[in-house]
């Protein structure tokens, strides 16, 4: 059980959530909703334990396991599957039973020999306990089911993509939760998942929405998967990024979105009958008001009239949606960025090989391929963040590079918005600047912010800002969309339908796709090039 009393949550200044009390137990499955940046992903991070809130209390009981947007944790030196093991302790007891057979193998008979024998057994006891020999095929189902096979399991967590490691993440979370059929029945650890689907391709979402529809425990999960929160949740807390306040909802998601729409359409219809009435009253007080004896009448009229107004509930204030315009791109010449040859590999594992590249002023480009076969390295390499193994990148004239990293890389998160957005474009003017961030809903104190502190959806916002500033000629977009509530979704899109540069993307998000018409195809680990056909969209949430 999770419990917080008298909770008030602040982004420096500015109140995301004041004097609240939460309960959070077994059977609860919570949608936490609300616009970017309303304090969803605070709340969550506060409620698992990883911040401290303004005032208030927080208790928990039982066992938590906490997903966040940017997992950045753990040993990067050790495998996949000792990762997702570590969840009840395995890992390190696995490693013991395999010293201790090494110990016993080289021993000869004798007392050491013997203390050897009786040490693996007190160890193999306890690796019984906690689910022994069937756990690895236990963790191995989980881990296939959320696209990591066998091959990924034997990496270690440094050779990785960030989808890949935040894959790794989520199946260690559900491998501690699940029973030892893999199933969610026992449901004994508290969930925290924030936008679990990130990286996901369909099947694997499908699985995960089918493993929380049955999961008995607790759950809150912040996603902007509409389909997810509509099967999985039977509780809704919407967070007002507007008052400040969360509204809980013991209902499902439909539900849920049938009360708000009856509700909004209640308070529009009390409001524009009080309008009226107190359009009438003012207009009477208006007239009696010119002569000296109805005076006071006048006056208790306008008072009545004011009264009326003050009475009502409140409209829900539209949400402010980013308004995204890609600016025309500096000149550059005919074909601005070309690579061939391109191969990389991590040790022994070759990730691509035989990437041939030449994008084009103006021209559009999809790189698709399974989870791991390295789209976001491949974009990696062409900015020059990492280097590739073989090949050649020759910058055309004008070149001019924009990236935009899935995991926000581009980011310092201990510096500023100000100062994050004036390193991308350091010879704007402020005011310049100011307007720029202000159109991606940056304004007044937020400005001095520190970018590690804002959500994933605000983290985005503001690397699409310096990604604006920066006149780029050829856009290299990885997972452009993630995070993004569906307002500022179809802002992102609409820009991106609209740009005028070259683009190189990856993503998981068909219309992201749709949106920017592409003409060519690069399909990894190969590196071969296709002309754009629409067949390839089944790959695109399959990739």
Request: negative net charge.
């Amino acid at each position: 059980m999770i419990t917080a009393t008298g909770l008030e949550l602040r982004a420096g200044t500015r109140i995301l959530l004041a004097d609240t009390t939460l309960r959070l137990q077994a059977g609860d499955r919570v949608g936490l909703v609300g616009r970017n940046g309303a304090g969803k992903t605070t709340t969550l991070k506060v409620l698992a334990g990883e911040g401290q809130p303004y005032s208030g209390a927080v208790s928990r009981q039982g066992d938590l396991g906490y997903l966040p947007q940017d997992p950045r944790e753990g040993d990067l030196t050790m495998t996949a599957r000792d990762r997702v093991l570590s969840a009840r302790g395995l890992d390190v007891l696995a490693a013991q039973l395999e010293k201790v057979q090494i110990q016993m193998a080289e021993l000869a008979d004798g007392p050491a020999r013997d203390a050897a024998i009786e040490r693996y057994g007190r160890i193999e006891e306890r690796f019984a306990a906690l689910g022994g020999y069937a756990a690895e095929s236990e963790a191995g189902r989980i881990c296939s089911n959320l696209g990591l096979p066998e091959r990924v399991l034997l990496q270690q967590m440094e050779t990785l993509s960030g989808g890949q490691r935040r894959r790794v993440e989520l199946a260690r979370i559900l491998f501690a939760a699940a029973d030892s059929d893999g199933s969610g029945s026992a449901g004994g650890t508290m969930l925290l998942l924030d936008e679990p689907t990130n990286h996901l391709d369909a099947d694997s979402i499908t699985w995960l929405r089918d493993f929380l529809k049955n999961y008995a425990g607790g759950l809150i999960i912040i996603s902007h998967d509409v389909e997810l929160l509509g099967a999985v949740v039977n509780k809704v807390w919407f967070l007002d990024a507007v008052r400040g306040e969360l509204d809980s909802y013991n209902m499902n998601w439909q539900r849920y979105l049938d009360a708000r729409a009856t509700d909004e359409q209640r308070r529009r219809r009390e409001r524009a009958n009080a309008e009226k009435k107190a359009s009438t009253l003012l207009a009477q007080a208006a007239k009696l008001g010119a002569k000296a004896t109805k005076a006071t009448a006048a006056h208790q009229m306008a008072r009545r009239a004011e009264q009326m107004m003050s009475s009502l509930d409140e409209i829900r204030v539209a949400d402010k949606v980013a308004r995204i315009r890609f600016p025309s791109p500096a000149p550059c010449g005919r074909t601005p960025l070309t690579a061939s040859g391109l191969s990389k590999s991590y040790g022994s594992l070759e990730v691509f090989a035989g990437v041939d590249l030449a994008v084009d002023r103006g021209s559009r480009v999809v790189v698709l391929g399974f989870n791991g076969a390295g789209k976001t390295t491949l974009l990696k390499v062409l900015c020059g963040r990492e280097s590739a193994d073989t090949g050649e990148i020759v910058a055309g004239h004008g070149l001019r590079l924009g990236y935009y990293a899935q995991e926000h890389d581009t980011l310092d998160l201990d510096a500023t918005v100000w100062e994050n957005v004036r390193h991308a474009a350091p010879d704007a003017g402020a005011q310049e600047l100011r307007n720029l961030l202000g159109s991606f809903l940056f304004t007044g104190e937020q400005l001095d912010q520190k970018a590690g502190t804002l959500s994933g959806g605000e983290k985005t916002r503001l690397a699409l800002a310096g990604l604006v500033s920066s006149a780029a000629n050829v856009l290299l977009l990885d997972e452009p969309t993630n995070n993004l509530d569906p307002a500022s979704r179809e802002q992102v899109l609409d820009a991106l339908s609209r740009f005028e540069g070259a683009v190189v993307l990856v993503t998981h998000d068909p219309g992201a796709v749709s949106a920017l018409n592409p003409e060519r195809v690069i399909l990894l680990p190969d590196g071969t090039e296709d002309h754009w056909s629409d067949d390839y969209l089944e790959l695109v949430e399959l990739a």
